[in-house]
């Protein structure tokens, strides 16, 4: 039968994303490049209607001023608002606006478990899982059953960390990765020689995760900080599907 | 003398010697109404979508362009074809504040939507995620990112409504 010829074990794993949030800081040279073309570009611009308007009543004001007050009859009738006028109001407009912070990782004290960590960076889910007599940080991962697609297996592994209404978008079928192992010699059988795991990905949709998570061991990681807790094989296959 | 000067004259056995026009295929007469539609080929058991639409709107019309101009070349190198690449007209918006203390004032700010759409047809599957992802985490703040599938609806939201037309075509029926 053709079950039985197969010697390796089938796993989805889920490496679930959450996208940046922030961009990141420009770094020094596209900031000087950001700030001189800033420059060429004022100095090239056109008048907006604004500053003409701008313009155009502090020539009246002036020849108001030199000409000792002839059209004092115009005056009252219009210049109900000044073009200064607004622009002060939207100054401190702007200056009662605060913008949220960036750095919110930082008043938590590194605290790798909460979403709201890195907020410029893609942040992966790890959790931590029994294979064999070990307990190992990976990413979530289920057996397949026959019969299941290897993205419903995969589907299946995110639901029974995170619960069922996750809204995670697995964008295509295909498998991004896929790490293979053979067991240790006193476990290995005939039919039992290894396993394979296909990594899939999915994008969080929404940030808040209200439902409970089972296992207590759970992880928000950056891609620098995979290193920590994967084993090198790994972390080898992992790296070569994520960007950035 | 540098330059010759025998022109290939009428009566010199050599006269049209450059003519290569007649020996190109002939050209359907280009009409003033453009061509509907091209085919949709969608995905079924063929792992290749159709006609995709990646919409990008944003209120800053320079972010919009450039970003708009990023993907199009990215979908170049990645040997993507891109049908076409243009822009929706812009929606102008104005923001009316009402303040009721006192006197209702209402201040006015005047908002511009942009929009810029690339076309993309013969996707397969097994790229379309790595595309996609690419993208999503090349956008910029204030882009919102829109991708989906060709439809006529799509197609006749470019073209301006005739109300003479229309207004006939409603009293035929």
Same mark, same amino acid.
């Given at each position: 039968?053709?079950?039985?010829?197969?010697?390796?074990?089938?796993?989805?794993?889920?490496?679930?994303?959450?996208?940046?949030r922030?961009?990141?800081?420009l770094?020094?040279?596209?900031?000087?490049?950001?700030?001189?073309?800033?420059?060429?570009?004022?100095?090239?611009?056109?008048?907006?209607?604004?500053?003409?308007?701008?313009?155009?009543?502090?020539?009246?004001?002036?020849?108001?001023?030199?000409?000792?007050?002839?059209?004092?009859?115009?005056?009252?009738?219009?210049?109900?608002?000044?073009?200064?006028?607004?622009?002060?109001?939207?100054?401190q407009?702007?200056?009662s606006?605060?913008?949220?912070?960036?750095?919110?990782?930082?008043?938590?004290?590194?605290?790798?478990?909460?979403?709201?960590?890195?907020?410029?960076?893609?942040?992966?889910?790890?959790v931590?899982?029994?294979i064999?007599?070990?307990?190992?940080?990976?990413?979530?991962?289920?057996?397949?059953?026959?019969?299941?697609?290897?993205?419903?297996?995969?589907?299946?592994?995110?639901?029974?960390?995170?619960?069922?209404h996750?809204?995670?978008?697995?964008?295509?079928?295909?498998?991004?990765?896929i790490?293979?192992?053979?067991?240790?010699?006193?476990?290995?059988?005939?039919?039992?020689?290894?396993?394979?795991?296909?990594?899939?990905?999915?994008?969080?949709?929404?940030?808040d995760?209200?439902?409970?998570?089972?296992?207590?061991d759970?992880?928000?990681?950056?891609?620098?900080?995979?290193?920590?807790?994967?084993?090198?094989?790994?972390?080898k296959?992992?790296?070569?599907f994520?960007?950035? | 003398?540098?330059?010759?000067?025998?022109?290939?004259?009428?009566?010199?056995?050599?006269?049209?010697?450059?003519?290569?026009?007649?020996?190109?295929?002939?050209?359907?007469?280009?009409?003033?109404r453009? !061509? $509907?539609?091209?085919?949709?080929?969608?995905?079924? +058991?063929?792992?290749?979508?159709?006609?995709?639409? #990646? /919409?990008?709107?944003?209120?800053?019309?320079?972010?919009?362009?450039?970003?708009?101009?990023?993907?199009?070349?990215?979908?170049?190198r990645?040997?993507?074809?891109?049908?076409?690449?243009?822009?929706?007209?812009t929606?102008?918006?104005?923001?009316?504040?009402?303040?009721?203390?006192?006197?209702?004032?209402?201040?006015?700010?005047?908002?511009?939507?942009?929009? !810029? $759409?690339?076309?993309?047809?013969?996707l397969?599957? +097994?790229?379309?995620?790595?595309?996609?992802?690419? #993208? /999503?985490?090349?956008?910029?703040?204030?882009?919102?990112?829109?991708?989906?599938?060709?439809?006529?609806?799509?197609f006749?939201?470019?073209?301006?409504?005739r109300?003479?037309?229309?207004?006939?075509?409603?009293?035929?029926?």
């Amino acid at each position: 039968t053709a079950a039985a010829t197969r010697p390796w074990r089938l796993f989805g794993a889920m490496c679930l994303l959450r996208l940046p949030r922030i961009t990141q800081p420009l770094q020094k040279e596209e900031e000087e490049m950001a700030a001189l073309m800033e420059q060429i570009e004022l100095e090239k611009s056109h008048y907006s209607d604004h500053e003409i308007r701008k313009l155009q009543e502090e020539e009246q004001l002036r020849r108001r001023k030199e000409s000792a007050y002839d059209d004092e009859d115009e005056a009252p009738g219009k210049m109900v608002i000044m073009a200064q006028d607004l622009e002060e109001k939207w100054e401190q407009k702007l200056l009662s606006f605060k913008a949220a912070p960036r750095i919110t990782d930082a008043d938590k004290n590194n605290n790798r478990t909460s979403l709201n960590r890195k907020l410029d960076s893609n942040l992966m889910l790890l959790v931590k899982q029994k294979i064999g007599n070990q307990e190992l940080w990976l990413l979530p991962q289920v057996e397949w059953q026959p019969g299941e697609t290897l993205r419903g297996t995969a589907e299946r592994a995110m639901s029974t960390f995170l619960g069922d209404h996750i809204q995670a978008k697995v964008l295509g079928n295909a498998p991004y990765g896929i790490y293979k192992y053979k067991f240790p010699r006193a476990i290995r059988t005939e039919d039992n020689v290894g396993a394979k795991v296909f990594f899939f990905k999915a994008f969080l949709q929404s940030s808040d995760l209200s439902q409970a998570e089972l296992k207590e061991d759970y992880l928000w990681v950056t891609k620098d900080e995979l290193g920590d807790y994967l084993k090198s094989e790994y972390l080898k296959k992992v790296n070569r599907f994520l960007l950035d | 003398a540098l330059v010759s000067c025998h022109r290939h004259y009428r009566s010199r056995p050599t006269h049209g010697i450059g003519r290569y026009k007649y020996l190109l295929p002939k050209e359907a007469p280009k009409k003033k109404r453009d !061509r $509907v539609q091209m085919k949709e080929i969608d995905v079924g +058991t063929e792992h290749e979508y159709g006609d995709i639409n #990646i /919409q990008m709107t944003s209120y800053d019309m320079c972010l919009v362009e450039h970003f708009a101009q990023y993907v199009h070349r990215l979908c170049n190198r990645l040997a993507v074809r891109v049908k076409e690449s243009y822009a929706m007209p812009t929606k102008t918006n104005e923001v009316l504040f009402l303040e009721e203390r006192g006197s209702k004032m209402q201040l006015d700010a005047v908002l511009t939507t942009h929009q !810029r $759409v690339v076309q993309i047809s013969g996707l397969s599957s +097994t790229f379309a995620p790595i595309l996609l992802e690419a #993208i /999503q985490s090349n956008q910029p703040e204030g882009v919102h990112l829109l991708v989906k599938e060709h439809t006529e609806a799509d197609f006749k939201s470019r073209l301006k409504s005739r109300p003479e037309l229309e207004e006939l075509l409603a009293q035929m029926s």
